[in-house]
C-alpha cells in the first residue's frame, strides 16, 4: 500500500522528491468492500464531478489537492478559510513550565474572521456540498452552544444558503451564549428549533425535516459537528498541511498533537490524514522511515460519543471515501494503523460535557498570560489543560497544541456581521471560490428581515423576533454578566 519514493509518479508538487498518489491503479477487493455509508440526516456525497460549483484555480490552496490532485473536482470544495493556518512557538509558556521539549501551536483560531476556529474546514467541504445537492437551507445540529451551529449561520450565507439549527441545552458559559446569539441571530425565521434533551436529536432532525419540506424548504441536514466521512476531509487535508508544513521546515515534527475531541470530526481527519502524510514521505519521517505524530484526543464529551472505536471507524471510512473519489486503493489507511497513532485522553472531562473543570480554568489562565490568546472552557480548555500535563511531566517533544477555536466572539455575538448578512449574498463573497449553482435562486434566500435574532438582537428591518423559551430563558442568565 506504501508507494516507494522515487518511483515514476514520485513529486508532490514540483521538485519536493515525495511520492503523490493519484494514479491509475483501481480499487479493488478491500477497497471495495469498505464503501463509506451516510449517516443520519446528511445525504452522501456521491462522488460525481462538482466542477459545477468548484473553482479549479482555487484548489491549490488546500494541501489535500496538493498531494492529491485527482481529487480536484471530486471533492465538494469552498474556499471559506484563510490557509493554511501558521504554527507558532509557546515559548513563553514552555518558559514558565520550564519544558525544553518545543511547545507549538497550530493557529486554527484564525481560520476566519468572520467566525473562524476548526468548524470552518469541515464546512469548506459540507456546504459545498450542499449548493451542490441543490439545497436552499441548511441545518445544523447540536448543543445550545455549538461552535459548528454558529460557524454554519455566518458561514452559510456567504453561498447564498439560509441557515437553520435543531438544538438541545447543555450546562450554561457565556461562549456558549454568545454562539446560541449568533445561531438566533443568523437563521432564517422559524427555521430553529430546541429539544428537551439529547436524546431527543434522531427524532428532532427526521420530525423538522418534515417541517422545512413542507414549508418548500430544500433542506440539507448535518449531524452533530458534520461528523461523517465527507465532513472529515477538511481535517484529513489539515493533517497533511501540517505535514507540508513541517518539510518546510515551518516547525520540527511533533511527537503528539492535541486536540480537543467531541464529535470526533477533527480528530478522525487529523488521525487520517498524519498517517498518509508519513507513508507519502511527507515531514513525518525519522531516519528514513515513516513516523507519524500521535494524535491525542482529549475528551470532552462522554462515552460512547467519543471513544476509540467511534474515532477509528469514522477515520476508516474516510480513508475509504477518500480511495474511492480518488479511484486509488493506495490511500487506504487500516483500522490497525489508525488505532496505532490514537490515544484517547480521558482526563479532563470532569462532570461532563461543558462542565467546568478547575485544571480547564486554569489552563485559559495560563494560555492568557503565557501564550496571549483567549480559550473556553468547555473545548479549548481541557485540551489545553491536557497539553500543560503533558508538559509538567516532560513528556518526549515537540508538542503541537491544536487551537481549534475561534477568536473572541464578542463583537460577533452583539451584531450580525453584514459581510455576511443574506441580504448582501446576491452574490458570491470575492474570497470565496464556490460558484452558486443556477437552480439555487437568490431570490429564495430569506433576507434579514425574515431571521430569528433572539432576546436583545434585531435583524436588518429593527424587529426583534420571539426565541424558542427554552432558549430564552437559558440566554437570561447571561444578563448582568
Known amino acids: 500500500m506504501r508507494e516507494p519514493n522515487g518511483s515514476k509518479d514520485s513529486g508532490v508538487g514540483e521538485g519536493m522528491g515525495q511520492c503523490q498518489l493519484g494514479g491509475d491503479k483501481r480499487i479493488t477487493g478491500a477497497a471495495m468492500r469498505c464503501r463509506p455509508r451516510s449517516a443520519l440526516g446528511l445525504r452522501a456525497f456521491r462522488g460525481r464531478d462538482t466542477g459545477s460549483v468548484v473553482k479549479r484555480h482555487a484548489t491549490s490552496e488546500r494541501a489535500i489537492f496538493e498531494v492529491v490532485p485527482r481529487l480536484v473536482g471530486r471533492v465538494p470544495f469552498a474556499a471559506l478559510a484563510d490557509l493554511p493556518t501558521p504554527v507558532v512557538a509557546l515559548e513563553g509558556l514552555a518558559r514558565e513550565l520550564g519544558y525544553a521539549g518545543g511547545a507549538y501551536r497550530k493557529c486554527d483560531d484564525l481560520t476566519s474572521c468572520h467566525y473562524g476556529g476548526n468548524k470552518v474546514r469541515t464546512l469548506e467541504v459540507l456546504l459545498a456540498n450542499a449548493v451542490a445537492e441543490g439545497a436552499s437551507h441548511i441545518y445544523a445540529t447540536g448543543a445550545f452552544g455549538s461552535n459548528h451551529a ?164 469514522l477515520a476508516h471510512r474516510a480513508s475509504c471515501l477518500l480511495a474511492s473519489l480518488a479511484s486509488d486503493a493506495r490511500l487506504l489507511v487500516s483500522r490497525r494503523e489508525l488505532r496505532q497513532c490514537l490515544e484517547l485522553d480521558r482526563s479532563e472531562i470532569g462532570g461532563g460535557y461543558a462542565v467546568e473543570t ?66 448582501s449574498v446576491k452574490h458570491v463573497d470575492s474570497a470565496v471560490s464556490v460558484e452558486r449553482v443556477e437552480r439555487v435562486d437568490s431570490a429564495d434566500m430569506p433576507d434579514r428581515s425574515e431571521h430569528d435574532a433572539g432576546p436583545g438582537l434585531m435583524d436588518s428591518a429593527g424587529t426583534t423576533h420571539e426565541t424558542p423559551p427554552r432558549m430564552a430563558r437559558w440566554l437570561d442568565r447571561m444578563v448582568g454578566q
Open 358 to 423: 478547575r485544571t480547564g480554568r486554569a489552563a485559559v489562565k495560563a494560555f492568557r498570560e503565557h501564550a496571549g490568546i483567549e480559550l473556553e472552557t468547555t473545548y479549548s480548555g481541557k485540551s489545553a489543560a491536557a497539553f500543560i500535563a503533558r508538559m509538567r511531566r516532560r513528556d518526549p517533544g515537540p508538542l503541537l497544541y491544536w487551537s481549534t477555536r475561534t477568536a473572541p466572539l464578542a463583537d460577533l455575538a452583539r451584531t450580525p456581521d453584514p459581510a455576511v448578512s443574506a441580504a
Open 150 to 313: 454558529a460557524a454554519v449561520s455566518v458561514h452559510a450565507a456567504r453561498l447564498g444558503l439560509a441557515s437553520g439549527a435543531v438544538l438541545y441545552p447543555q450546562p450554561y458559559s457565556q461562549a456558549a451564549a454568545a454562539n446560541l446569539r449568533i445561531v438566533l441571530a443568523g437563521s432564517a425565521r422559524g427555521c430553529v428549533r430546541e429539544l428537551p434533551h439529547w436524546s431527543a436529536l434522531p427524532w428532532g432532525m427526521w420530525s423538522e425535516e418534515r417541517r422545512a419540506r413542507a414549508r418548500g424548504e430544500r433542506p440539507y441536514f448535518m449531524v452533530p459537528g458534520g461528523a461523517t466521512e465527507l465532513g472529515a476531509m477538511g481535517y484529513v487535508s489539515a493533517g497533511l498541511e501540517l505535514a507540508l508544513q513541517v518539510a518546510r521546515g515551518e516547525l520540527p515534527p511533533p511527537k503528539s498533537i492535541i486536540v480537543a475531541t467531541g464529535s470526533n470530526c477533527t480528530t478522525a481527519g487529523l488521525l487520517v490524514g498524519v498517517v498518509l502524510a508519513a507513508r507519502l514521505g511527507i515531514g513525518f519521517v525519522e531516519a528514513g522511515a515513516p513516523s507519524p505524530p500521535r494524535i491525542v484526543g482529549v475528551r470532552v464529551t462522554p462515552w460512547p460519543v467519543t471513544s476509540v472505536w467511534r474515532i477509528v471507524s
